[in-house]
């Protein structure tokens, strides 16, 4: 079992930035492929991006890349969404999430992800 709490959110205008966190509770944070999902209202919950293990592969939905970067620090069981240039569409609640499987690759799949967090606002106004 692993607990996540997101924190960051927030109200920003267009073309700001924000930065997301997601702490993990347990060390062994290494072993769990990471990804941040978001669900604006009325909507499906979405994938955003995910981070391999060490770090070392991310993967991004079309309309965020190039604006979003996801990193993670083992050493502090954290993983980070950087949000730049911003756009009235990105705002959701994000959620971040972990994959136990091990898998080879990544998924996209929201169901396949284990843990989720609680969700933090982004408000980003036009």
């Known amino acids: 079992q692993v607990q996540l709490v997101e924190s960051g959110g927030g109200l920003v205008q267009a073309g700001g930035s924000l930065r997301l966190s997601c702490a993990a509770s347990?060390?062994?944070?290494?072993?769990?492929?990471m990804g941040w999902f978001r669900q604006a209202p009325g909507k499906e919950r979405e994938f955003v991006a995910t981070i391999s293990r060490s770090g070392g592969s991310t993967y991004y939905r079309d309309s965020v890349k190039g604006r979003f970067t996801i990193s993670r620090d083992n050493a502090k069981n954290t993983v980070y969404l950087q949000m730049n240039s911003l756009k009235p569409e990105d705002t959701a609640v994000y959620y971040c999430?972990?994959?136990?499987?091990?898998?080879?690759?990544?998924?996209?799949?929201?169901?396949?992800?284990?843990?989720w967090g609680q969700g933090t606002q982004v408000t980003v106004s036009s």
């Open positions: 347990r060390r062994t944070f290494g072993s769990y492929a």
């Open positions: 999430a972990a994959d136990s499987s091990r898998r080879v690759g990544f998924t996209t799949l929201r169901n396949e992800y284990d843990y």
